[in-house]
């Protein structure tokens, strides 16, 4: 009866692996990898307190999952750091009766895409990431076939996420001299935009998903494009398209005019056709052929005078 769930657990496992490349929700992401991480969390003697990176397939490949066991009472006194992810003291999780799972995400490049595809983002680039911190309930006597989420509620102190990591490398604020702005991205689909709280630490008052944002003009700068060369080949584009144009135009003129003179040669024809042109005195007329049937003389013999 113990191994009963190891069969479900096999299956979904399969459908997860050939699935996996064709996910393009959020949420079936959240899923799946919620499901791998309690896969390793039966297999494995997760010590509480202790955070354990979750092995994932490769069809998976630039995902980072990252776990950790907690007592709810020790959480809500004493707070956790969980990498980027620093929760307070008096943070809450509930419905939490005696342990909790936080799960931490790292999406990489490549994941986050499904996230600016899922939500609302016209106007807006990703410049990080996308991480997540979610909870599930995580019992002495838990499996495969019970877990639920839970709700994470900062207390005084509000959630920090730290993307120092991840903009090292990044010279936007550098070099445009414009700070990039947190989106949080809720379950209901909806982004909110805010302010940093510091530089690049966002804040937030739930669990979630977050990431760094700016603007889309921002971008073609960090390519290096010079103004003179999108003014070129704007300006090359622009000249293109008039010339397209004006041969259209020229085509639609010529095809017009040949149809107006072929109407014009038909409807000549058919009056010249109809009727012929003959002099009266000096006057032109128009004159149309005769139709009536000369006599005949049907007998050879005349009537007498």
């Known amino acids: 009866m113990e ?31 919620r499901d791998y991480t309690f896969e390793s969390y039966n297999n494995n003697n997760f010590r509480t307190g202790r955070l354990h990176n979750i092995q994932l397939p490769k069809n998976l490949t630039g995902i980072e999952v ?84 839970i709700t994470i509620e900062a207390g005084n102190d509000p959630i920090k996420i730290d993307f120092s990591n991840f903009t090292k490398d990044n010279n936007t604020t550098t070099s445009s001299g414009i700070i990039p702005l947190c989106a949080s991205f809720e379950h209901d689909g909806k982004v909110t935009l805010s302010n940093q709280a510091s530089s690049n630490v966002c804040v937030s008052r739930k669990h979630g998903h977050f990431g760094l944002v700016v603007e889309s ?14 003014a070129v080949g704007s300006s090359i584009g622009v000249a293109l398209g008039a010339f ?25 024809a058919y009056e010249e056709e109809a009727l012929q042109v003959s002099m009266v005195g000096h006057v032109r007329a128009l004159t149309a052929p005769g139709t009536r049937t000369s006599p005949t003389i049907e007998h050879e013999d005349s009537p007498s005078p």
């Open 3 to 33: 191994y009963s769930f190891l069969i479900p657990l096999i299956l979904l496992s399969l459908a997860f692996s050939t699935e996996a490349e064709r996910i393009k929700s959020a949420r079936l992401l959240d899923l799946v990898l």
């Open 66 to 149: 990252d776990t950790v066991r907690f007592r709810c009472g020790s959480l809500t006194r004493y707070g956790a750091k969980i990498k980027e992810f620093h929760l307070g003291i008096g943070i809450k999780a509930h419905p939490c009766v005696e342990r909790v799972l936080i799960v931490r995400q790292n999406l990489g490049s490549n994941w986050s895409t499904i996230y600016y595809q899922n939500f609302e983002l016209t106007g807006y680039q990703l410049i990080s990431p996308v991480l997540g911190l979610l909870a599930y309930n995580a019992g002495d006597n838990i499996t495969f076939s019970t877990p639920f989420e």
């Open 217 to 230: 003009p921002l971008l073609p700068l960090r390519r290096n494009a010079s103004r003179w060369k999108i």
């Open 244 to 268: 397209l144009i004006g041969l259209l135009l020229i085509a639609l003129f010529v095809k017009v005019k040949k149809k107006a003179r072929r109407e014009e040669l038909v409807r000549r």
